[in-house]
Structures are given as C-alpha cells and as structure tokens.
Nanobody, 117 residues
Framework: QVQLVESGGDLVQPGGSLRLSCAAS????????MGWYRQTPGKQRELVAF???????RYADSVKGRFTISRDNAKNTVYLQMNRLKPEDTAVYYC???????????WGQGTQVTVSS
C-alpha cells in the first residue's frame, strides 16, 4: 500500500517559483511511474507531469517549459519544480503512482498552490 504526502505549496506572485515534494511510503517506489496532478474547484483532476521508473518525463502542454518533474528513489520522493508561475496554475496539487495510465494509490491531502499578486 503506497501512502503519499505532498508539501511545498504556498502563495506566490506571478512569475515566481515553487518546488513541491511528494514523499511516498511503502515498498516499490523506484519501480513506479509517478505523476503530479492538479485540481481546481468544479474541475476534474488533471495530470500535469509524470516520470517513469526509467526517468522518462512527460508534461502537459500548459506547463511544458516551466515545470520540471524529478525523483529521488533513495528518499522515496518525487518533486515538481514550478517556474514562471501563472495565476492559472492556482490549484491543489497531488501526486500519485500510475499504472496502465491510471493513478492507483489512495490520494493524499494535496498541497495548495496559489499564484496571485
């Protein structure tokens, strides 16, 4: 059973940066594809980036060139470096493990990112 704890969210001005962290407990972390998702009120949760066990990375078009996903298997942690933040990046951010294209672990509490002047 994988358990996930996200952190690092904050209030930041447009153009600013944040780094989110997701700590995973349980075995097998290094073999999982890990993804970062985000959700705003009234909308479905969307996948913004994922990283495979082989460290291949993919990004949603809306964040490509601004966000970078990485992982540290020794720490069972996945990161999301977010640069040049925009107000439309405001959301609760979640991480999850992905199998066959779908998240399969229980969702954590998420971390709030607010981009506003």
């Amino acid at each position: 059973q994988v358990q996930l704890v996200e952190s690092g969210g904050d209030l930041v001005q447009p153009g600013g940066s944040l780094r989110l962290s997701c700590a995973a407990s349980g075995s097998g972390f290094s073999s999982y594809t890990m993804g970062w998702y985000r959700q705003t009120p009234g909308k479905q949760r969307e996948l913004v980036a994922f990283i495979t066990s082989g460290t291949d990375k993919r990004y949603a078009d809306s964040v490509k060139g601004r966000f970078t996903i990485s992982r540290d298997n020794a720490k069972n942690t996945v990161y999301l470096q977010m640069n040049r933040l925009k107000p439309e990046d405001t959301a609760v951010y979640y991480c999850n493990a992905i199998r066959a294209g779908n998240p399969f672990a229980s969702w954590g509490q998420g971390t709030q990112v607010t981009v506003s002047s």
